[in-house]
């Protein structure tokens, strides 16, 4: 138990340093941006940059740490060169020097393809060591745990702004997200021919890549629009989806044979429900219709309260890979019902 806590306590100090050493390069960046866009001189209160800081890092690590005033001028002034501090009273001024403007020019024209180059490398190394796993749900934790935070940071960078107080102002957002996977899923550790066929790794599947597949084959079935979207990297190909869903129906279908009955995976326990009954009769003298058909559909109905809502049964477990895109046969007893009659004895 001694272990666990310091293990844990280990991960809590390096995520806290993560996101003080992100929340710092965006202070940084503020710094610069608002003295590349102003034509004066501008004086930043170590106070108000302070709490800026703050509150980023509180965003990041979602948790409350201690931010000490002097260790952050420190450090501003060590990124900053031709940063100075003054004391005015109990205040603390970070002004530039008056020829800061035309180093702060030359220093954003130095080299940009460098630093992107970097930037890139940087990124494209913690995709590499970064997997994810589809677990059969879409859930928020899923989704935001699917990419590296740095790339998420990068995209949120472009999107609103490298600076600290657009990152306040704007939290991530779905298309944040959406974007950041796309490049997790497109990411190749060698760079393949043009002509060669795409391929994907699958511990590098997001789930928004896997979403899109499944929705579009769940409401139009047509092969060509999935090829189309996959050849753009937009979702995952349509042999993926037809092994996925395949994995979906053996987890389904193991769920009822462990359970003993045939029963939906979404319906919860503890809760009053109905079902109805009727008959579907496909009409065989239509212009379109092949052959006719006739079958019975069960609705089934559960009704939540605000004191009961209901127990979840878990989530469901996806089996390991297989080449079969068929699923496996449902047990006899969800052809053959048994029927239960109750005799009016009165």
């Known amino acids: 138990m001694k272990k666990r806590t310091e293990e844990q306590a280990q991960i809590d100090t390096d995520a806290e340093k993560e996101a003080g050493d992100v929340a710092l390069a965006e202070l940084v960046n503020y710094v610069f941006e608002t003295q590349r866009n102003s034509d004066g001189a501008n004086a930043f209160r170590l106070a108000d940059l302070s709490n800026m800081y703050e ?111 657009s990152q306040l102002e704007n939290s991530v957002c779905k298309s944040d997200l959406a974007i950041a996977q796309l490049l997790m899923y497109n990411y190749h550790a060698k760079t393949p021919k043009i002509s060669e066929q795409q391929r994907h790794a699958v511990d590098r599947e997001p789930p928004f890549c896997i979403y899109i ?62 079902a109805a009954v009727d008959n579907i009769d496909h009409n065989p003298s239509s212009t379109t219709a092949k052959t006719s058909f006739h079958g019975t559909g069960i609705s089934i109905f559960q009704h939540p309260s605000d004191d ?30 048994r029927y239960n009659t109750q005799v009016n004895r009165s």
Request: proline fraction near 4%; hydrophobic fraction near 35%.
């Open 55 to 165: 509150k980023r890092v509180q965003q990041l690590s979602e948790g409350t740490i201690p931010i000490h005033r002097t260790r952050l001028k420190e450090m501003l002034l060590a990124k900053i060169p031709d940063l100075q501090a003054y004391t005015k009273g109990r205040e603390v001024l970070l002004v530039f020097e008056k020829d800061v403007g035309p180093a702060i020019a030359l220093a954003c024209n130095y080299d940009d393809t460098i630093h992107i180059g970097k930037t890139a490398e940087i990124i494209r190394a913690q995709i590499k060591e970064h997997k994810t796993k589809f677990s059969g749900s879409f859930s928020a934790e899923d989704t935001q745990s699917s990419v590296p935070t740095s790339l998420l940071e990068l995209v949120c960078m472009i999107e609103h702004g490298p600076d600290i107080q």
């Open 213 to 274: 597949g499944l929705l579009i084959f769940a409401r139009t079935r047509k092969r060509h629009l999935i090829d189309i979207l996959f050849q753009y990297g937009l979702c995952i190909s349509y042999h993926r989806v037809l092994e996925i869903s395949t994995q979906l129906g053996d987890a389904v279908v193991e769920r009822f044979l462990s359970e003993g009955l045939v029963c939906p995976p979404v319906l919860k326990k503890g809760l009053f429900t109905t």
């Open 308 to 337: 009961i809502s209901g127990i979840e049964r878990g989530e469901l477990i996806l089996g390991n890979r297989s080449n079969s895109r068929q699923v496996s046969s449902l047990p006899d007893t969800y052809a053959n019902p």
